[in-house]
C-alpha cells in the first residue's frame, strides 16, 4: 500500500501525555547537572596541572634560635640560587600570605600578632632533587620546610578524573533508561490505537506514516519535559555559581562554565528529545514488522 492515509490517531489524550514529560523534566535535570559536573571537574582538573607542575613552597620559620626572619630568608635564598634545577625563586610578602589564613583567622591584632612563617614560592625545573634540596636547606637554616602541592594535587586530580568519568557514566545511564521508558510508551500506545491502526493501514497508510505520528507525539512530549527540566538545573547552576563567588578562601575553584560549556547544556534537552524520537519511530517500526 503506497497510498498515504490522510487521517491521524489521537495521540494527545493517551496517559503517556501525563507522564512522559515529567520523567523527561528529571531525567534532563539530572543529565544537565551531571554533564555541568565533568565539565567543571575536567576544567579544574587541567588548571590543577597546568597551574602547579614544577612548584614547590619553602616555609621559613619565623621562631627559634639564630638569626633574625629576614636574614633567614635570605640564606634560603642564596642556598637556592646554587640549588641544580632551580628556575625561579620568589619571597611572598607578608600581606599576602597573611591573607591565606584570614578567612580561618580573621584580619584583627589576632592575625597582626600572629607568628606567620615566611613563604617563597619556588619554581624547579624536571632536573630538581627535591630530597637533597631539603637537605640542602635544613643545613643552611634549621627549621626550614620545602612543600610539594603536586604530591596533594595529584590525588586530587585523580580523584577528580574519577568522579568526572562517574558523572558521564550517570548519564549514560540516564540516557538508556530513558530510552527504555521511551520504548514502553510507544508500544503502550501502539497497544492502546491497535485498531485505529489496522483501520489506517486499510486506508492506505504506511508503516512509516504511522511511526512518524508517534514519532511527533513523544517528540513533542520530549521537548516540553527536557525544556523545563533544563531551565529548573541551568538556574540551579546559575545560582551556585554565583553562590561560589561570594565564598572566599576555599580550595576548589569557583563554580563556573565557559560560554561554549553553558551551550553544551543548552543542547542536552534538544539532544534528549531527538533521542527520544528516534527511539519511539524505531519501536513503533519494528512492532508494526511484526504484526500479521
Given amino acids: 500500500m503506497s497510498r498515504r492515509g490522510p487521517a491521524v490517531l489521537s495521540l494527545r489524550r493517551d ?9 523527561i523534566a528529571l531525567m ?10 565533568a565539565q567543571m571537574l575536567s576544567g579544574w582538573a587541567a588548571r590543577w596541572d597546568s597551574g602547579l ?6 616555609q621559613v620559620s619565623p621562631v627559634g634560635p639564630g638569626p633574625a626572619l629576614d636574614e633567614r630568608v635570605q640564606a634560603v635564598l642564596h642556598a637556592l640560587g646554587g640549588a641544580p ?6 619571597p611572598v610578602p607578608m600581606a599576602d600570605a597573611a591573607r591565606l589564613v584570614e578567612p580561618w583567622l580573621g584580619d584583627g591584632a589576632l592575625l597582626q600578632d ?21 637537605q640542602r636547606l635544613a643545613a643552611a637554616v634549621p627549621g626550614t620546610t620545602v612543600e ?6 595529584r590525588d586530587l586530580r585523580r580523584l577528580a578524573r574519577l568522579v568526572e568519568m562517574v558523572a558521564l557514566v550517570i548519564v549514560a545511564l540516564i540516557g538508556g533508561a530513558a530510552v527504555a521508558v521511551v520504548m514502553f510508551a510507544a508500544k503502550a500506545g501502539l497497544a492502546m490505537h491497535q485498531d ?23 517528540l513533542r512530549l520530549s521537548l516540553t519535559g527536557g525544556l523545563g527540566g533544563a531551565a529548573v538545573a541551568l538556574a540551579t547552576l546559575g545560582s551556585l555559581s554565583l553562590l561560589s563567588r561570594t565564598v572566599e578562601g576555599t580550595l576548589l575553584p569557583p563554580m563556573t562554565l565557559a560560554p561554549a ?12 528529545a531527538a533521542l527520544a524520537a528516534i527511539s519511539a519511530r524505531l519501536t513503533v517500526l519494528r512492532a508494526l514488522e511484526r504484526l500479521p
Wanted: proline content about 6%.
Fill in 15 to 23: 496517559a503517556t501525555g501525563r507522564f512522559l514529560p515529567w520523567l
Fill in 28 to 37: 534532563v535535570f539530572l543529565s544537565t547537572l551531571a554533564v555541568a559536573a
Fill in 53 to 58: 607542575d614544577g612548584s614547590l613552597t619553602i
Fill in 85 to 90: 634545577g632551580i628556575i625561579n625563586a620568589r
Fill in 114 to 134: 600572629l607568628p606567620l612563617p615566611a613563604l617563597i614560592d619556588v619554581t624547579a625545573g624536571p632536573s630538581a632533587d627535591v630530597t637533597a634540596l631539603r
Fill in 148 to 153: 610539594e602541592p603536586g604530591v596533594w594535587l
Fill in 196 to 218: 485505529d491502526v489496522d483501520l489506517l493501514h486499510v486506508m492506505g497508510a504506511t508503516d512509516s506514516h504511522v511511526a512518524g505520528q508517534f514519532q511527533r507525539h513523544i
Fill in 261 to 272: 560549556q553553558w551551550l553544551v547544556l543548552v543542547a542536552v534537552p534538544v539532544v534528549a
